[in-house]
């Protein structure tokens, strides 16, 4: 048979050497099997790991795992080993020789073989960095923590527990490397192997051997894991057994022979080493007797094998059942007492007492299988009967049941031989008689056996010849003694009692919560074999009781089980089984209420919600028709009669009525309820005493009211007269909390059914009217419970420890059991309550607790008390909906029943604002409590702290900060007082040194198999305290307020948070949220923040990424990895430079300062290479975590450039990802089928995009880019499918569900359910509503969940994912128009790209044609499209375009401009001039183009279309001339938004328009469109009141007005109608004219209105004029020729402008003497005017004036500036932006023309100035003629 591949148990070595692999070591399973979470229990990994042969051979035998030496063993080692297979190499993470050399080492150490020690040594060497991270702290650490806590060395110690540091880290970390230290490691880590493995087998087996069992479980969740069976159960029980057994020898033996004996290395010997050996060694003791008690469990029904019991019972003798292992070291003696517990339950399982009495008493019938049942073998029975001996010679107490259960056994066998010879003799005397009288012998018949249930045996049976060896025959005396011994004083069931509260309590029990339910049916099975000789006593009735409670307090009703093994349920079983109930519990309930407190106790205990429905109310159906009660008859009470005397059973039946209970107030008046409380006449009773009056009366009532009129009398006793005793503090308390277990367990009931809605609390609402029957007046239990409860607050007794406390804490329970009943009654009562703080008092919890030493009682009182309050804080939530809804229709006359109506918002913020205030004192005083132990303080803080953190996210996680429409505004007040409490500068830091102390605790946090309650607990602890600060700090984020002080301590305190990621799985995804969430609230300063990197230092910063680059290996659990990868993001997107350094290089500032060995090695290692690496297979991830990868790189490039370098060496990664966009579907197609998914591929484009991005930017800079963006042009489909827009939002799906949702809920606002920037979002079902608070608010009501899953959570799930789909859409577009403009930037002139361009334009423009959406998401992603069209058509300037593509352009820009409501309203307006730039643009587009092609053939001779000329008149109709005159509308309003900028728009609109070709033809059209809106007289009275409309003192409409003008005036039609119209004299005649005839108008004045004038001059009025002159000529001449000498101080200054620098002897030599364009564009439309004027007045002198302007020294001034060339040039100056920029902008001479080394221009500025000059000079030199 070949050999079983050990592959998944021991990867190559080569792979994990390298880090490719990590080796699920026995720790790693043991803790995915016991995750709390059940997450790590469902990975595929440990399935495989399970599932694989040699693992499960593993587990059968744990001994293989670690056998001898052998040759086989040693050839498998050095082919593992072999060059081959690894490669020799030495680098700064492993060395082969050191690895092979440790191996050996090993092997001989522990006697171990060479691969398993190889095993271990990678193991180890895997493990380093948590080792790293999990060893001392140093002195920095320590300095940092007493810093954050502000306390000195000294008082560290009983503050905060600050461990000691003696050394630096440098230090430590240089101890850490040496060869003594790592094989101490390996050592150590081989001792936990094995703890582990033997932990695992004893789950896996616990399993297989369960499997039975799951049939009397209440059930089995459906999320439980299935762990793979290890065979058949029933054949393999002995099988399992035996191996086990040889195990247990085997270890025992080596217990005996000790450490220096079994350990070859003398450099192991140090007592750590030791202990840990010794616990190791323990530990698996435990395991190996839990799977040898579960193995017979299973088999409880049969008697065990008698070899079975005879090896064991032989062992147990020789080692006197491992008594003297008491004797051990502190740190080991928890693992004592499971040893002993497990060993009596064996034992116990083996007796079978129950089984072998009835055996015994020959009831039973034996199973084919146990034919030979050791009852049956004398030498077995002598064998145990020594043990038995031997166990109670050497006085082992925790072995007196198993003592107790073989004295009974034995003292029956006895019994039994004696019956049978007793039997025996009576028939040979009577045969002997009849033998003599008939003369006959008696011959006996050899070879005749009788059966073993005759009547009578003659040859007797097998045990007798055990009773005539041991002489118990004869002699009964030696185990009578023993059943003394043990018995005496209750000490069997004392110690019964605290086994069974150490194996099973749910905190600090031992065992798992399956293994503890089989012990305590084992004691309970021994309780009942041991009835018959004890009897119904008070000890045994304890035990029993004691074994019931376990684990079934009112709080544990609803604890979900640690364990996801099924395990039997104790109460089930016990109410199904007919001895016990004999036994126990009916004489308990028929000694009611007589004896009081077993009645109490027997129901609270059996009143289980985890039970079937069939015996679910079997206790509650007993209290409600209760069958009789027992009681003392009043001593005058002599109205019965006896009755049955014949039967002598003391019956009797009453003559007279008897009252319970009587009201003393109420004078003869008999009440109803009263008279329900009287016993009738007639009725049937008996003495249960032969002395005394106790009698059981036959009277059918019900226990549950006559409890709630008991607690009424128990409240004022003075004014009832009852027949009962009154109820002592501690009767009340037991009655109240059996009242609030029922309760509870009703709910819990109901909702285990499935029942939602007011069918919840249905059953427990009729529960409390039942209890509330005989109550009087208007009471109720509820008032009656609250006033004990006030009661006991004014006692000064209930300050001490008493019953009052008890007393308190069951009222505390009942409020809370109440509160999912009767909230309204409950809220009201903590309003009043003297337990809380108000306005007028101050709350007793505080006295009530404020001891230092908190006595148990006065521990779980707080507890419960806290507990209440989280209830409390909960239900606010809950009953928001319901809250605000109040009762509504839900047929035709029928009402709901809601029982939040009347719950007042006030009082809400009242008493959770009381609570707020209570939680934070009693955080700040537990660190100076002492406490029981050390769990009660940490199940306290595992309460207390999720309540606090609770109130937070509540109250800020949806809706609006303080929205008064929120549904949890009452929340806030509390919420703030906490926020206050932490975050405030002054709150010091004492609140701090309990975070830090659960933390420290961590670390501290035991590596034990055991005790999984309290791990839990330790763990809850730590990870809500980190949970609290992380949502501390997000808060103070989302409410933008200071948390400086609390972020000093968390990041002195960042060391901790790094360790507690190594110490334990489950502190790993807080801890990185915890430090995330500091590093993004640290990067909110504007100066550097502060840098994690520091604080941990590069030693323990570099063992912290190592841990965590593995990225959730080896289970990658989805949930971690993606967490990983968001915490690395964050990291690089935050300015952590140094931390980041490390994720992207895989080295630290000191490694790179060390130099280059092993930085290879190194730097493959970096998480910055990992995630290229998965890139290079994308397709292959899980989406999300795909996802998360992206944002990393894209992430890293973005914020740290220099990645590009090592992205460009990794250039596989680019095909991939290319290869990825090009696959992807349009999102429509996916969405159909899944939505989350379209939306996770969305995203991940648009990372893919940014990535591409900039890698073409960063690649351009260097000159590199056209190859790579070359390669992308074709893979970029789906961008140019889905990149712009954003269609995927279901208008429909979110109106319908909107407006439904309203009409279902009209009181819950949808926007009162959004999520807030509080939590991080991901896209799915739960992005934008609080899907998971809603379902907690709205699960009451049938219609939220639909009848096949189709209410209103599946729709808001199904919104929640369109959302998320927008969103990733419209993160989509941004990178989509990033990745766009940089391929035109690097491809400026690719033909492809420009088509691109045109079409993602035309895309903008077409989706912004029509509202996608709701404004508050669309308003701004139609901005940015148009944005984005804008630009990318700007940069289509100069590139061929054709007629249609700008006919289509227009088209889409219409159907824009069409969209926009009110253009010029300030919401809009932005946008709306956003669409004219690009209207222009557009145009210009067209106007560069001139050139058609033979793809236009529709075009004219002139280059227009007909469609196109229509199209610019609608424009010039409905865009320029409708809006100029709407905005000199507006400009006279002072509110409006316009701004002159619009005005300038129109124009360059109008400007651009009046070009195209073919406009020139319709001048007869546009003169009507402009005269239509009055155009034309509105630009005129624009300009005349410009000097009233001014900016800041700038006339700038006059200007814009007579620019409109202007390109109005090229047209020589609307030329004559403005000459017409007379705008030559309305110009004139206007204020701002007045201003420009003032001798200060210049373009280098100071004042901005001379400024101004002068542009209005030089830019309007002349070129306006010249225009007119041009069209009407002499017409016109003589009005220009006036219009010019009206400024003569202009006409002067134009020439003075001009003159040579020094010519004038009357200008001023200090003033510089500048020539600009604007004066050059001056004097070269003065020069046309005046020659045109000039060559006019030659045929009309008379009627046309001359301009008094002198030309001739102007000529002479423009003659010396064009010889001046160099001068020219120095005194050009620049007016306004685009000057400066025509000036920066170079001439390209491709004319032949001069450069400007010649003389020539040397920027477009100067070209422009010289040639106007030169056309000027040009003019004015020309002859007239």
């Keep these: 048979m070949a050999p079983v591949s050990d592959r998944l148990y021991f990867p190559p070595v080569e792979e994990c050497l390298k880090g490719d692999t990590v080796i699920l070591s026995w720790k790693l399973v ?251 060694l323990l530990t698996e003791l435990v395991h190996t007797l839990s799977v040898i008690f579960q193995a017979l469990d299973r088999t409880s029904d049969s008697f065990a094998a008698p070899e079975t019991v005879m090896e064991w019972f032989s062992l147990m003798e020789a080692y006197v059942f491992l008594n003297g292992i008491t004797l051990v070291h502190e740190s080991i003696n928890s693992l004592v007492l499971p040893i002993q517990i497990l060993i009596c339950a064996i034992c116990l399982r083996l007796l079978n007492p129950t089984r072998s009495m009835a055996f015994l008493a020959q009831e039973v019938d034996l199973h084919p299988e146990e034919n030979n049942p050791y009852l049956s073998s004398p030498e077995v029975l002598g064998k145990i009967h020594d043990a038995i001996l031997t166990a109670a010679g050497a006085g082992c107490e925790s ?107 749910p905190n600090q029990g031992s065992f798992s919560s399956s293994v503890a339910s089989r012990i305590r049916l084992t004691f309970i099975d021994f309780l009942k074999a041991t009835y018959p000789p004890v009897g119904y006593q008070s000890d045994p009735v304890t035990a029993l009781l004691s074994i019931l409670s376990v684990g079934q307090g009112y709080w544990d009703l609803d604890l979900s089980p640690s364990s996801s093994r099924p395990s039997p349920d104790v109460a089930y079983n016990v109410l199904q089984d007919t001895t016990a109930l004999e036994c126990y519990l009916y004489p308990a309930f028929s000694r009611y209420p007589f004896e009081f407190l077993p009645f109490l106790n027997f129901s609270r205990a059996l009143a289980s919600p985890s039970a079937t429905d069939e015996s679910a109310d079997v206790v509650v159906n007993i209290l409600r028709k209760t069958p009789s009660l027992t009681f003392v008859l009043p001593d005058d009470f002599q109205d019965f009669e006896l009755a049955q005397e014949e039967e002598n059973t003391n019956t009797f039946r009453l003559l007279a009525d008897i009252p319970l209970v009587a009201s003393i107030s109420s004078r003869g008046r008999i009440a109803r309820e009263e008279d329900a409380l009287r016993i009738p006449a007639g009725t049937y009773g008996r003495f249960v005493t032969d002395t005394g009056r106790v009698a059981l009366l036959e009277y059918e009532h019900s226990a549950l009211a006559f409890l709630g009129k008991r607690l009424e009398v128990y409240l004022s006793p003075e004014n009832y007269q009852s027949e009962l005793e009154n109820m002592s ?205 050390e769990v009660h303080q940490t199940l306290l803080m595992k309460t207390l702290v999720p309540l606090m953190d609770r109130l937070m996210i509540d109250a800020y996680a949806m809706g609006g900060h303080h929205d008064p429409q929120s549904l949890t505004t009452c929340l806030q007040p509390a919420a703030d007082y906490v926020v206050e409490s932490f975050l405030a500068a002054s709150s010091g830091s004492l609140r701090f040194q309990a975070l830090l102390g659960t933390w420290i605790s961590g670390l501290q946090i035991p590596d034990s198999t055991l005790y999984a309650g309290k791990l839990h607990a330790i763990r809850g602890q730590v990870i809500s305290t980190m949970n609290l600060a992380t949502s501390l700090l997000r808060v103070a984020a989302l409410l933008e307020r200071s948390s400086a002080a609390f972020e000093t301590y968390l990041f002195k305190a960042t060391p901790l948070f790094a360790r507690l990621i190594a110490a334990d799985e489950e502190f790993k995804r807080p801890a990185m949220s915890l430090l995330g969430a500091l590093v993004l609230n640290a990067a909110t300063v504007s100066g550097d923040p502060r840098s994690l990197f520091g604080y941990l230092g590069p030693l323990l910063s570099r063992a912290f990424l190592q841990l965590l680059s593995r990225l959730g290996k080896p289970f990658l659990l989805p949930s971690e990895v993606q967490d990983t990868w968001r915490f690395f993001s964050i990291i690089v997107q935050n300015r952590q430079q140094w931390m980041s350094n490390c994720l992207l290089t895989g080295r630290t500032p000191r490694d790179a300062q060390n130099g280059d060995n092993g930085s290879s090695a190194a730097v493959s290692k970096s998480v910055f290479q990992t995630a290229l690496a998965k890139l290079e297979s994308i397709n292959e991830l899980d989406r999300s975590e795909a996802l998360r990868v992206l944002d990393f790189v894209a992430s890293a490039q973005n914020n740290w450039p220099w990645t590009i370098f090592s992205m460009r060496k990794e250039s596989s990664y680019f095909a991939s990802l290319r290869r990825f966009i090009k696959d992807l579907k349009t999102a429509s197609v996916v969405a159909k089928s899944d939505t989350t998914r379209a939306a996770l591929e969305a995203k991940m484009a648009a990372y893919v995009a940014d990535i591409f991005a900039m890698q073409l930017y960063h690649q351009r800079q260097m000159g590199h880019s056209k190859e790579l963006a070359n390669s992308l042009i074709s893979d970029l489909d789906y961008y140019l499918r889905d990149g712009v827009e954003v269609a995927s939002y279901n208008n429909s799906l979110h109106n319908n569900f909107a407006r439904n949702f309203s009409s279902k809920y009209p009181c819950v606002s949808l926007d009162s359910l959004k999520r807030t920037l509080l939590e991080p979002r991901e896209l799915g079902k739960e992005y934008f509503y609080a899907l998971d608070r809603a379902n907690e608010m709205l699960d009451f009501d049938p219609g939220w969940h639909g009848r096949r899953d189709d209410g209103f959570r599946n729709e808001m799930a199904i919104a929640n994912a369109n959302l998320s789909l927008v969103d990733a859409q419209i993160s989509l577009f941004h990178a989509w128009e990033f990745l766009l403009l940089e391929l035109n930037s690097c491809l400026p002139d690719n033909e492809t790209v420009h088509k691109q361009m045109l079409q993602v334009a035309l895309q903008c423009l077409d989706a912004n044609q029509s509202v996608q959406g709701p404004e508050n998401i669309f308003l701004r992603i139609v901005e940015d499209r148009a944005n984005l069209a804008l630009m990318l058509l700007k940069r289509l300037v100069g590139s061929p375009i054709t007629p249609q593509d700008v006919y289509k352009l227009l088209g ?162 609307v030329a004559e109608q403005l000459a017409a119209d007379g705008l030559l004299s309305h110009l004139t005649s206007a204020n701002i004219t007045n201003l420009m005839r003032k001798g200060i108008v210049s373009p280098f004045s100071e004042v901005v209105g001379a400024q101004r004038c002068y542009s209005i001059w030089a830019k309007g009025v002349l070129p306006l004029l010249l225009n007119l002159l041009t069209v009407l000529g002499g017409t016109v001449a003589p009005e220009v020729a006036y219009v010019l000498n009206q400024f003569p101080h202009l006409l002067k200054t134009s020439v003075e402008r001009f003159e040579a620098p020094g010519a004038s002897r009357t200008a001023s030599r200090e003033g510089p003497h500048y020539v600009t364009l604007l004066a050059v564009s001056e004097i070269h439309s003065l020069a046309l005017l005046t020659k045109v004027i000039a060559a006019l007045r030659v045929n009309n002198s008379r009627d046309i004036p001359g301009v008094q302007w002198d030309a001739a020294s102007m000529l002479e001034n423009v003659d010396f500036w064009l010889a001046s060339r160099k001068l020219l040039k120095e005194r050009l100056l620049p007016l306004g932006q685009r000057e400066v920029e025509w000036r920066g902008m170079t001439t390209g001479n491709g004319n032949g023309g001069a450069t400007a080394d010649e003389g020539g221009p040397s920027n477009l500025l100067e070209a422009r100035v010289i040639s106007q000059l030169e056309t000027a000079r040009d003019v004015l030199s020309e002859d007239l003629e």
Excluded at 479 to 492: D, F, K, P
């Design 30 to 280: 043991a803790a995915a099997l016991t995750d709390s979470s059940g997450a790590l229990r469902h990975t595929e990994t440990l399935a495989q790991f399970l599932a694989d042969d040699h693992v499960r051979s593993l587990l059968q035998d744990p001994s293989l795992a670690f056998a001898a030496p052998s040759d086989t063993t040693k050839s498998d080692f050095e082919t593992r080993t072999a060059a081959i297979h690894v490669t020799p190499t030495k680098n700064e993470h492993y060395d082969t020789n050191v690895i092979k050399a440790d191996a050996t080492w090993l092997s001989k150490a522990a006697n171990i073989n060479l691969v398993s020690a190889l095993r271990v040594v990678i193991v180890e060497c895997q493990s380093r960095p948590a080792s790293q991270l999990t060893g001392p702290l140093s002195i920095q650490d320590a300095i940092n923590l007493q810093e954050a806590v502000g306390v000195s060395n000294a008082q560290s110690s009983s503050l905060v527990p600050i461990p000691g540091a003696t050394r630096d880290a440098d230090a430590i970390w240089a101890d850490f490397g040496t060869e003594e230290a790592r094989r101490l490691r390996i050592f150590q880590t081989y001792l936990s192997e094995r703890r582990y493995l033997v932990m695992t087998a004893d789950l896996i087996h616990g399993e297989t051997l369960c499997s039975e069992a799951k049939q009397i479980t209440s059930g089995r969740n459906s999320s439980e894991p299935s762990y793979p069976s290890l065979g058949d159960p029933s054949s393999s029980d002995e099988t399992l057994i035996a191996n086990n057994m040889k195990a247990l020898t085997r270890i025992i033996d080596s217990l005996a022979n000790g450490f220096e004996k079994e350990i070859n290395d003398n450099s192991l010997q140090a007592e750590d080493t030791d202990l840990n050996w010794q616990r190791t």
């Design 399 to 505: 072995q007196s049941p198993v003592i107790f259960a073989w004295a009974v056994i034995s003292h029956r066998m006895v019994v039994s031989h004696s019956e049978r010879s007793e039997k025996r003799d009576t028939l040979q005397n009577q045969k002997s008689q009849e033998t003599f009288e008939s003369g006959a012998l008696l011959r006996p018949s050899s070879g005749r056996r009788l059966s073993a249930g005759s009547i009578v045996s003659l040859d007797g049976l097998p045990f007798d010849g055990f009773l005539v060896a041991s002489g118990l025959k004869d002699d009964t005396h030696v185990i009578e003694s023993l059943a003394q011994a043990v018995t005496s004083q209750g000490g069997l069931y004392d110690v019964l009692s605290q086994m069974t509260v150490a194996a099973c309590d």
């Design 729 to 933: 503090p501690e009767d009340a308390a037991e009655a109240i909390s059996l009242l609030a277990t029922l309760l509870q367990a009703e709910t819990l009931k109901s909702r285990k059914r499935g029942l939602r809605g007011e069918a919840v609390p249905k059953p427990g609402l009729e529960l409390l009217e039942d209890v509330s029957k005989y109550t009087s007046g208007s009471k109720d239990i509820i008032s009656v419970v609250c006033n004990i409860m006030d009661i006991h607050m004014q006692d000064d007794q209930a300050t001490a420890d008493g019953p009052g406390i008890l007393v308190l804490h069951a009222c505390v329970q009942f409020l809370d059991s109440v509160l999912p009943l009767c909230p309204t009654r409950v809220w009201a009562y903590m309003a009043r309550c003297e337990l809380l703080n108000s306005e007028s008092r101050a709350g007793k919890l505080a006295r009530l607790v404020g001891n230092l030493d908190l006595s148990p009682d006065r521990f779980e009182f707080l507890l419960s008390t806290v507990r209440l309050f989280s209830s409390l804080v909960g239900s606010v939530m809950k009953s928001a909906a319901q809250r605000k809804s109040g009762d509504k229709l839900v047929g035709r006359q029928k009402v709901s029943n809601n029982v939040w109506v009347g719950v007042a918002d006030k009082i809400l913020a009242t008493v959770t604002l009381a609570i707020a205030q209570a939680a934070v004192d009693i955080f700040e005083s537990s660190a100076t409590w002492r406490f029981p132990s």
């Design 1452 to 1613: 889409s820009l219409f159907g824009v401009l069409g969209a926009i409501q009110d253009p010029f309203g300030a919401d809009s307006i932005e946008y709306y001039r956003t669409i004219l730039k690009t209207v222009y643009i557009v145009l210009r587009l067209r106007l560069a183009d001139r050139k058609d092609g033979p793809e236009a053939p529709s075009l004219g001779a002139n280059g227009s279309s007909p469609a196109l000329t229509q199209t610019i008149l609608n424009l010039l109709a409905n865009v320029v001339a409708k809006g100029f005159r709407t905005l000199v509308t507006l400009v006279h309003e002072s509110e409006a938004a316009v701004a002159p900028q619009d005005l300038a728009l129109l124009t360059a609109i109008l400007q651009a328009s009046l070009r195209m070709p073919g406009l020139d033809q319709c001048q007869t059209q546009i003169l009507n469109i402009m005269a239509s809106y009055d155009v034309m007289h509105a630009a005129t009275a624009l300009f005349s009141w410009s000097d009233k409309l001014t900016v800041d003192g700038d006339p700038i409409y006059g200007e814009l007005s007579l620019l409109f003008l202007l390109e109005l005036s090229t047209l020589p039609m």
